[in-house]
Each structure stands twice: as C-alpha cells, then as structure tokens.
C-alpha cells in the first residue's frame, strides 16, 4: 500500500521555524518526484517547493523562495520542508505529494498525496 505521511506541524510565531518531514512507503521513493503543496483556508491548492528524485534539482514559488528548503534522503524514504522566517500567510495545511520521474509544479501532475499536517504562523 502507497502511502505518505506528513509530520512537524504546529503553531508558532513570525519568525521562526519549522521542519516538515513526509516518510513514504510501499513505493520505489528513489524513483519519484516530491513535492510540498499547502492549501490556506478558502484557498486553492498551491505549489510551494518540489524535488527531483536524486535531488540534484530543486524548484520553489516565489513566496518561499529564500526561506523555504525541500530536501530528501532516499535511505530513509523521506522528503524534508525546513521553513524559515514564517510569516502569518505561510498559514495553511501542508501536503507532501509524488509522482514518477518527470519533475512537476502543479498539484494536478501528482498522483499520491499525503493526509497534510497543519502550519499555523500568528503574528
């Protein structure tokens, strides 16, 4: 059974930081594309950073770029945000997401989806 599982949720105030882990089973991780996705409330679905299975590349949107970091260690089947200097609209539920291959920045290119771990930022 496929399955990815987001962890390093919480609540936390502007500034700081937080690192959001997503350990895969049943698949072959070496072999797949991940990405990190978060949807605010009353919000679609949106790109934040994504990773090419060896990890040589890495793409971010430009609301994160410079404070976010998505790293993957493929021993341990497991895909890293660590996000810095927070701000309140970085406010959303995470998602962790894969796919085969082929490196991808849209929600609907990714076809195994995480449950998403909750990213609370006050001000």
């Known amino acids: 059974q496929v399955q990815l599982v987001e962890s390093g949720g919480g609540s936390v105030q502007a500034g700081d930081s937080l690192r959001l882990s997503c350990a895969a089973s049943g698949l072959t991780f070496s072999r797949y594309v991940m990405g990190w996705f978060r949807q605010a409330p009353g919000k679609e679905r949106e790109f934040a950073a994504a990773i090419t299975w060896s990890g040589t590349t890495t793409s971010y949107a430009d609301s994160v770029k410079g404070r976010f970091t998505i790293s993957r260690d493929n021993a341990k089947n497991t895909v890293y945000l660590q996000m810095n200097s927070l701000k309140p609209e970085d406010t959303a539920v995470y998602y962790c997401?894969?796919?085969?291959?082929?490196?991808?920045?849209?929600?609907?290119?990714?076809?195994?989806w995480g449950q998403g771990t909750q990213v609370t930022v006050s001000s």
């Open positions: 997401a894969g796919r085969r291959l082929l490196f991808a920045t849209t929600p609907e290119e990714y076809g195994i």
